[in-house]
């Protein structure tokens, strides 16, 4: 009785973790550039990446949840206890980040907290697996920034009419939508993506090589969307880049619900065989909470990136969306922890520069990146600490 005491107690606190991001993270920074340049209003932003974020959850949480419950630390399994304690302490500060209006995140947090508690159990440190998150991490405003920074200049440029440009970024979109890893599509437990699902039936009966069968189905996926949004800007150029936007947001919203749910439900990957409880399940009850969260609490959160770090026109927005999408993708499948927050204030940034500085707000960048770096070093510090204090007892 003890023992499915504290499985409940842990899945709560997942649960409580779950609606910080979605309150966060995951709930405000999709559509934080529309929201910025006035194409959807902060409640409704709010409304549909919920639910965009819990489809992501159930559809792509399989590789990150993994990873957090199981890549980590090794040597040791996560214990119940060590779950609520993890959880709790990361929940605690990325809510603290929610209510003080400061976007803490909730990757750095999670990890350093699941690390912390890791540690103190007895674990020894995974350092591969901490240079990929590190090298993704310090690469996402490089690159990130990087390319807002040259897609806004391209969208501003008169000499290249939009119903090229849009369309040659509607492609890129199509080819990482068919690259990206489904849950419904893997086989096992595992992901595949459309492009895998599509191509190795088709070698199997005899037509062409996987690999020629992959390429043509990320060029006719490509070229799907190209065509649709040529079609949309050439119809009327301010609706159709309207709508590629807020398509994009709703993009940005499905990959948020996949990377960012395990942060929650990762931690209870370990605990899910003795309780005999499929992962999707768990991702569902993860995504719910994404949900509730970005109903809850995200407007606050969604206001303060929309405002106060860029002034964001259309074009600037757009340029913010594409490298945050193909990142969180690239995170995704690499099953790699990454903080929604750094991704989209990274490529609102560059955007912003792309307009001779965009009322970028430096002082609350640097308050912005210290806090992350203050995250995962406390996170860490405080798991560690408070689950020796509660392993003392147990």
Partial sequence: MVGVAIVVIAGVASLFMAWAIGAGSSGS?????????????????????GILGLLGAVLQGTNVSGAIGTELVRGVSLS????????????????????????????????????????????????????????????????????????????????????????????LVGLVLANAPFGILGSMGGTASLATAIAGPLSKAGVMSEGVNRIGVDVVTAGLVAGLTYRQVVRDVTAG????????????????????????????VPLLGSIHVPLVLVLAGGGTGLLLGSWTGAPRMIK??????????????IAALVPS??????????????????????????????????????????????????????????????FAAVNAYL
């Fill in 80 to 171: 119940p206890a060590a779950v609520i304690v993890g959880l709790g302490t990361a929940a605690i500060l990325v809510a603290l980040g929610v209510f003080r209006g400061y976007p803490i995140a909730t990757a750095f947090t999670v990890t350093g907290a699941v690390v912390g508690v890791g540690l103190a159990l007895g674990g020894a440190p995974a350092w591969t697996k901490y240079r990929e998150i590190v090298v993704l991490w310090m690469l996402t405003p490089v690159v990130g920034g990087t390319i807002a920074y040259s897609t806004a200049r391209l969208l501003d440029a008169d000499r290249v009419p939009v119903r090229t440009t849009i369309p040659l970024l509607g492609a």
């Fill in 304 to 317: 303060a990136l929309s405002q106060d770090y860029s002034s964001l026109s259309t074009n600037r927005s």
């Fill in 29 to 49: 920074t999709p559509f934080a550039p529309a929201v910025g340049a006035n194409a959807i209003s902060v409640m409704r932003a709010g409304f549909v990446v």
């Fill in 241 to 268: 880049r309207r709508q590629f936007l807020l398509a994009l947001g709703a993009l940005v919203a499905f990959s948020a619900g996949g990377s960012q749910v395990g942060l929650a439900v990762g931690p209870l």
């Fill in 325 to 386: 999408f193909v990142i969180a993708q690239a995170a995704v499948f690499f099953g790699i922890p990454v903080s929604f927050n750094e991704i989209i204030v990274s490529a609102i940034v560059g955007a912003g520069y792309a307009a001779g500085g965009g009322g970028i707000s430096r002082r609350k960048i640097t308050y912005t990146v210290l806090a992350w770096i203050g995250s995962l070093v406390l996170a860490g510090l405080v798991g560690y600490g408070a």
